[in-house]
């Protein structure tokens, strides 16, 4: 038995589609542009170190992380790499960021001051990237108040300001805010090339940036959603030809382990908030809220089997659900379930689960739980 048959519940991380993707943005931010590649939250669930070794292998310039426990993780795979943390740095961390070198995310003078006291005490340098709000407003110092605090920050001893960045709030679903973010933004760089500041980092543009903005491009570009091979959804239209040039990485599989006839009018799960029309073929699969497949997919989702489309009837629980087979002939306990990807001619994208499941792409990947073995195909990985 290979290591995936013994799996109930598993995901598939494709390494080449990472590979091709992190190619395809480099290609379309062009050779002078840095690539700060995110990997938040497990890689987005595809599991860090792995696709941290992977993007190193591929060439990122920089990885962009929610917290320092991350950018250890990383550390433990390849020493050197330059590391953002894009969370502000609590009191407590700031002697950890400045020995283990990961630049922080500044947006006031408080937190500056504690950096350089740290580097002052460490006898090493701090290294930070300002953050200018221009409309998400979580972090970043006010657009009105950047110019003097970045004057500040430079006379601070050991605090090294290797970049000046911000967050666009919707760029996959408002040009003319993003726009407007993007001209506070320049607007405050302007004087500053003028003196001929220069930093070695700018940056604004996530993957919806990538695709839209390519006036944000600046220096360096920062995707999250787009390295895993998934187009950020929203209202602003993506040129067609873009969703072709990049593949999903990620596949979502579980086994079928039990297949039945229930009668009309059967109930089916908790609460038997779903009852059979007719006799209908049901499959029991091994996947549930417990994998992070969501239970406000109940009645809503769909899954593959054998190539076919076959709808979650009930409510999906812990460990299991229960599907319409019918119309699929054949299905017996140990065959394969897809939950997200391809099987034959039919797929389940992020975005159809992000649908089923009332939220967005970001969370159906980041949700799949640590029981969900990944396995790793097409490269090597740590
Ligand atoms: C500050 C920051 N930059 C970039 C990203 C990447 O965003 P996306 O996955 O939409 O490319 C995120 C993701 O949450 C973020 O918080």
Sequence with gaps: MSVKQSYRCWAEVDLSALRENLGWIRHKVGPAVKVMTVVKADAYGHGLKQIAALLMQSGTDVFGVANLAEAHAIRSVGKGWPILMLGACLPNEVETAVRDQVSVTVSSLEEAQRLSDAAACLGRQALVHLKIDTGMGRLGARPADAPSLLAHLETLPGLVVQGVYTHFSSAE?????????????????????????????????????????????????????????????????????????????????????????????????????????????????????????????????????HGKRCPVLGRITMDQMIVDVSRVPGVQAGDEVVLLGRQNKAEIKATDLAEWFGTIPWEVLTNITYRVPRVYLGGHAA
């Excluded at 980092?201 to 940036?209: E, K, L, T, V």
């Excluded at 239209?237 to 009018?265: D, M």
Aim: with cysteine; proline share 8%.
């Design 173 to 305: 679903s408002d040009a003319k805010f993003t726009r407007q973010q993007r001209e506070v933004f320049q607007s405050l760089l302007g004087p500053l090339v003028k003196q001929g500041r220069a930093f070695e980092y700018i940056h604004a543009n996530n993957s919806a940036g990538v695709l839209l903005e390519p006036k944000s491009v600046f220096n360096t570009v920062r995707p999250g959603l787009l390295v895993y091979g998934i187009i950020p959804p929203g209202p602003r239209k993506i040129p067609p030809q873009f969703k072709k040039l990049v593949r999903p990485a990620l596949s979502w599989k579980c086994r079928v382990s039990l297949v039945k006839t229930v009668p009309a009018k059967y109930p089916l799960s908790y609460g038997q908030t779903f009852r059979t029309r007719k006799a209908t073929r049901v499959a029991t699969i091994t996947a549930g809220y417990g994998d992070g497949y969501m239970r406000s997919g109940s009645t809503k989702a769909q899954v593959l089997i």
